[in-house]
């Protein structure tokens, strides 16, 4: 796993894979060339994972896009109906309204559902933040990419209690309940490590998880 992150605070990751490499999440609109040029050598990009739809996680996928002939480019199906400007609720869902920045993109997306594998990593349902945001966990290493699930910098915080040092997480969270639940569910799969959208990854996580939940 290599890290990019944009200012500091805003981060994609670079995953290995037999067939090249996978790219979780794009940043911010303007960070396609520098995130292209902070690829890992001598393998394609072969894939491109969004764990959910904001613009922090999106915001580079149309400057990057038509420099990644052949890769695929992949976000959760309830989020892409979302990104598409269909923002009502379905069955079952908190009613809450959808917070957070939705640009259009150009870029065709295929979509994906949790409990479906995308390379090596295992896609497990986090909604809270989004209604349609996944964490992805790799098996090889347990490290558990988890969007915006939780932020770790300040502190280890689900986005359904924000640190004060680092608030945008809460503020653009759909349903903080959902959220709560989706924090436990994640404990509950014992990662190795904890890599956030916000903040740096963190080794042995769970005991900081659940204080942060």
């Known amino acids: 796993m290599h890290r990019f992150t944009r200012f500091g605070i805003v981060n994609a990751y670079f995953v290995g894979e037999d067939d090249g490499v996978t790219l979780i999440d794009t940043t911010l609109k303007g960070a396609g060339k520098a995130l292209l040029a902070a690829a890992p050598e001598g393998k394609p990009i072969t894939r491109v994972v969004l764990t959910h739809g904001h613009a922090d996680h999106v915001g580079a996928l149309d400057e990057i896009a038509g420099q990644l002939p052949g890769a695929e480019f992949l976000i959760p199906a309830r989020d892409a109906r979302i990104l598409g ?18 640009p259009k993109v150009k870029t065709q997306l295929s979509t994906f559902e949790p409990g479906e594998t995308i390379g090596s990593l295992q896609v497990i349902a986090a909604p809270g933040h989004t209604p349609g945001q996944v964490a992805l966990l790799d098996p090889r290493d347990g ?3 988890c969007g915006d699930a939780f932020a770790t910098i300040g502190e280890v915080r689900s986005c359904a209690r924000a640190s004060w040092k680092f608030p945008l997480p809460g503020l653009a ?3 903080k309940a959902t959220a709560t639940k989706t924090a436990h569910a994640l404990i509950d799969l014992d990662p190795r490590t904890l890599a956030p959208g916000h903040g740096k ?3 042995d996580p769970v005991a900081a998880m659940r204080a942060g939940s």
């Open 173 to 175: 969270t759909w349903d």
């Open 201 to 203: 990854p963190v080794p």
């Open 143 to 145: 490290t558990l990419y």
């Open 85 to 102: 400007g269909d923002k009502s609720m379905e069955a079952g869902e908190a009613q809450s309204k959808i917070k957070g920045g939705w």
